[in-house]
């Protein structure tokens, strides 16, 4: 399972066409019929119009396809500006920041399947972390459209957030995910970080996926193990393994390395143990806590600075998994490296 997304940087209205044009290119790819490609560029259009005009800082647009079935479009948008004051005003009907085609948030809400913002307007969120001044204020938007909408939706779009990416000048990750459904309820979840960069890195990390692609119910020790032996002869890898089970809410986790994760909502510290993948393999310990319906985990790999807080944003965990990964990666994702984020519920 991969999922890719393009990105393009808004930083004047030139670049409006340009990303219209490539969201229409990849539309066609995945099958949308020439209707719903213009409505998308119509989504783009005024996305782009109104970032150009009024974010100031980071303003980006992120497409490609969905991560589950039926076959559908995501679009994000992210930038770093004065936010949205009043989400409500600016959906209704006919209202426009920018005055580009005259109907803003309205009518993009009203061209796609799914629609989703979150803004932090002002200075009011801006806050200082570690020792360097860390800016949350600013809108992301998260616009999804199905090429069949009357298909139903798939889980993994549903209960998974995912954002996952190089350095920056890079093409090739290092860095690769995996999440899988085994029976009814239960989920194996993982954030691999191949060591250093570029290709090496990548076929490192990917050692690793395929293991996990071969469990068949075994504890997550020997699952990290048989990833250990598979990742001999290669860089190595660092790992974070979750088994999520939601009938018996359980959460297991086990991590080797420096990857990150957090169960939110549920007291219960997870961590993982010093060591590499297809060089030094620790004791593994597995972590075990109860998991509500209401609880969020997150792992993800050192490319997203330590100092991330999902609670200091305001009723960000209401949202949808997708729009609370993409928030991470927008405040803490670290350029200099090869970033990982995945959220479940």
Known sequence: MRHILQSLEISDAAQVGAA?????RVARELGFSEQQVAELEIVVQEIGTNAARYATDERWIHFGATLGTPTGLEIVYWDKGPGIYDIEEALRDGYSTG???GAGLGAIRRLSDEFEIYSSPGASTARTLSRSPRTTSGTV?????????????SELDQR???????????EVNGDAFFARKCGPDRWLLAVIDGIGHGQGA????????DALDQWSGEPLEELIAQAHEASRGTRGSVVGVALLDTSHCVLQYAGVGNIEARAIGVACTLISMNGTLGARLPRVRVHTCPWPP????????DGLS??????SYPALLERSPQLIASVLMRDYGRMSDDATVLVAR
């Open 20 to 24: 219209r044009r490539a969201v229409a």
């Open 99 to 101: 005055g580009g085609l």
């Open 141 to 153: 938007l998260l616009v999804r459209k199905w090429v069949d909408p009357a298909m139903p939706r």
């Open 160 to 170: 998974l957030g995912l954002w996952s990416r190089p350095r920056a000048g890079e």
């Open 202 to 209: 990548q076929e490192a990390a990917r050692a690793a996926v």
């Open 294 to 301: 209401e609880a969020t985990l997150v792992i993800a790999s």
């Open 306 to 311: 330590r100092s991330w807080d999902v609670i």
